[in-house]
């Protein structure tokens, strides 16, 4: 199994709603963009949040032709910059999502020649780092994301029977990874929107003790976060305000836990 430094494709996942899987992937392209970091955000939920997060409303091209196509690489083509802010950082590139990919699903399963692995194949000869938001449901879309990347990170909230949706996941990862030559590895647990609730702390705590050292530094409820997705700006870009900079350097964080520090010219790196 490839080590969580050495991978540069990685998938955000939880197949249940709202836990923070946008925001995570945000926060990371955000960490890149401070870092200046060539990073490619690809949007495989229909809703496409990180698409209008990274400031894009029209995209030339969307992510759905990648699935469809099979010309490996296919997703180099299809990156577009983003409308994140140029200058002190660096802005990613986004393969946009589009609504077509709610009927994608359907249409791979009536197809199966390859159905789990377009996504792979569209990113084959890939050089930076990317960043897979994943719909919250663990179809076709999620397992095309698990299939091209080196490791999946694992989006949470500190709420209730959240440690069983982890242990789900966890069990699907595996599964794919034994499918697979290369291996998925486990990036780790991202427990997003922690608050300073009693229950919030006890849902934390249990996912600590089911899940061990898989779980990351967590990233705690702060406005400036939905602040920052709401304006389409990275984070990092954020006017100073309450909990920025406290955000900031929870996302840097995970950055440093789950891709490590790889650099952009080191051509077996990035
Ligand atoms: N740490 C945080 N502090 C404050 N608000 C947050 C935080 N994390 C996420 N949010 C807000 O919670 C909502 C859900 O987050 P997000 O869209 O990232 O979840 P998701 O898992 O991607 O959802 P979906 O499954 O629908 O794609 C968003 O409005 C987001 O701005
Ligand atoms: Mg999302």
């Known amino acids: 199994m490839a080590t ?13 709603g709202g836990v923070g899987k ?13 870092r200046r970091i060539p990073s490619v955000v690809v949007d495989l939920d229909p809703q496409g949040n990180a698409t209008t997060g990274l400031g ?7 992510v759905d032709e990648a699935l469809e ?8 083509d299809l990156a577009e910059p983003s409308g994140w802010p140029d200058g002190k950082g660096l802005p990613p590139r986004i393969v946009a999502s589009a609504p077509a990919l709610a009927g994608r699903e359907r249409q791979m399963l009536s197809d199966p020649v390859g ?6 194949v569209a990113l084959s000869g890939h050089q930076s780092l990317v960043l897979i938001d994943c719909p919250p449901s663990l179809g076709l879309l999620t397992i095309n994301a698990l299939f091209a990347a080196d490791a999946a990170l694992v989006v949470t909230e500190p709420s209730a029977w959240a440690s069983d ?9 595996d599964r794919v990874d034994t499918r697979k030559p290369a291996g998925l590895a486990v990036a780790g647990v991202a427990v997003n929107r922690l608050a300073r609730t009693r229950d919030s702390r006890y849902w934390h705590e249990q996912l600590i003790t089911d899940h061990g050292r898989l779980v990351l530094p967590p990233v705690r409820l702060r406005a400036a976060v939905a602040e920052a997705a709401a304006r389409s700006l990275p984070i990092h870009a954020l006017p100073p305000r309450r909990g920025a900079a406290e955000a900031c350097a929870e996302f840097d964080e995970i ?3 789950v891709v490590g520090e790889q650099r952009p010219e080191d051509p077996d790196g990035l």
């Open 56 to 62: 894009v409303w029209e995209p030339a091209a969307t």
């Open 4 to 16: 969580v430094q050495d991978v540069a494709v990685i998938a955000l996942v939880n197949q249940k």
């Open 115 to 120: 159905a789990q692995d377009r996504l792979r």
């Open 69 to 76: 196509s099979d010309r490996p690489g296919i997703l180099e």
């Open 165 to 173: 949706g982890v242990s789900e996941i966890l069990r699907t990862i």
């Open 22 to 34: 946008t925001t995570t992937a945000l926060g990371l392209a955000s960490a890149a963009w401070a």
């Open 255 to 257: 950055y440093d836990r």
